[in-house]
């Protein structure tokens, strides 16, 4: 049985869990919901597999951490309209309605991100 960390804000959708045991077989999942400032955190929970919905630069650090004796795996989706109309009350306007639908996993083989913080002139 694999165990897997989520982590992310949004509980994980049947499709995800139904393609996750389709790709481990038998698993076991663990949620980590909170808002993350410092990946270390996310490290110290033991899993097989790390999914997680977080910026690039989060999970470069991750992968760093892990790599490669642990898998990190992030979700695909699409944005699909629906074909129904809905009110946006903040713009009083009609709006198109979408939601997102699951693809596929996507595994982290390698990340790296070096970046640069850029200050205005006030």
Known sequence: MKKILWVS?????SEQIADLESVYGDIQ????????????KIAETDADVYAVVLP?????????ILA???????????????????????SDTQET???????????????EIKTEILRSVK
Not at 56 to 64: D, P, T, V
Not at 70 to 85: D, L, N, Y
């Open 9 to 13: 804000r949004h509980k994980m959708t």
């Open 68 to 90: 490669p004796e642990k898998e990190i795996i992030v979700p695909v989706s699409a944005r699909v309209k629906t074909g129904r109309t809905v009110y946006n009350k903040a």
């Open 97 to 111: 309605e979408y939601i997102y639908r699951h693809l596929h996993w996507k595994k982290i083989i390698s990340i």
């Open 29 to 40: 999942t663990e949620i980590l919901d909170s808002t993350i400032e410092d990946v270390k």
């Open 56 to 64: 690039a630069e989060m999970i470069a650090e991750l992968q760093k």
